[in-house]
C-alpha cells in the first residue's frame, strides 16, 4: 500500500487546515487508517484513526472538538480537518494505514506515507 499525504501548509493560530491522505496498491476500503504526528525532538503521537466503516477514535486530550477525520472510500482517500490551531499542532503529520482493526498506537500500524508539514504561527 503507497500513501501520499498532502495538505500541510503554514497557518497562524486559530486558522484550519485539510490534510489528504490518497492511498494506492491495495484495499482501501478494509484499511482502519491514522493521522500520526511527530513535532521537532519528539516521538511519533497517534492523533485520531477511523474504521473503514467510519467509526473513529482520537486523542482526546489534544485534538478533542477541533480535529475531525474522515473517509471516502470511493476516492480511497482519508481526510484530516484541523480547525482551531494553535502553535503546539506544529509537526510533520503522517498518514497510516493498518490491516486489522481500530487502534490507537502508532506501532500498531503497518503502512505509512511520507509525511506533510504543518506549522502553526502564534
Known amino acids: 500500500v503507497q500513501l501520499q499525504a498532502s495538505g500541510g501548509g503554514l497557518v497562524q493560530a486559530g486558522g484550519s487546515l485539510r490534510l489528504s491522505c490518497a492511498a494506492s496498491?491495495?484495499?482501501?476500503?478494509?484499511?482502519?487508517m491514522g493521522w500520526l504526528r511527530q513535532a521537532p525532538g519528539k516521538e511519533r503521537d497517534f492523533v485520531v484513526a477511523?474504521?473503514?466503516?467510519?467509526?473513529?477514535?482520537g486523542n482526546a486530550d489534544s485534538v478533542k472538538g477541533r480535529f475531525t477525520i474522515s473517509r471516502d472510500n470511493a476516492k480511497n482517500t482519508v481526510y484530516l480537518q484541523m480547525n482551531s490551531l494553535k502553535p503546539d499542532d506544529t509537526a510533520v503529520y503522517y498518514c497510516?494505514?493498518?490491516?486489522?482493526?481500530?487502534?490507537?498506537?502508532?506501532?500498531?500500524?503497518?503502512?505509512w506515507g511520507q509525511g506533510t508539514q504543518v506549522t502553526v504561527s502564534s
Open positions: 496498491g491495495g484495499t482501501f476500503s478494509t484499511y482502519a
Open positions: 497510516a494505514a493498518r490491516d486489522g482493526d481500530l487502534r490507537d498506537g502508532a506501532e500498531l500500524y503497518h503502512y
Open positions: 477511523i474504521s473503514w466503516s467510519g467509526v473513529s477514535i
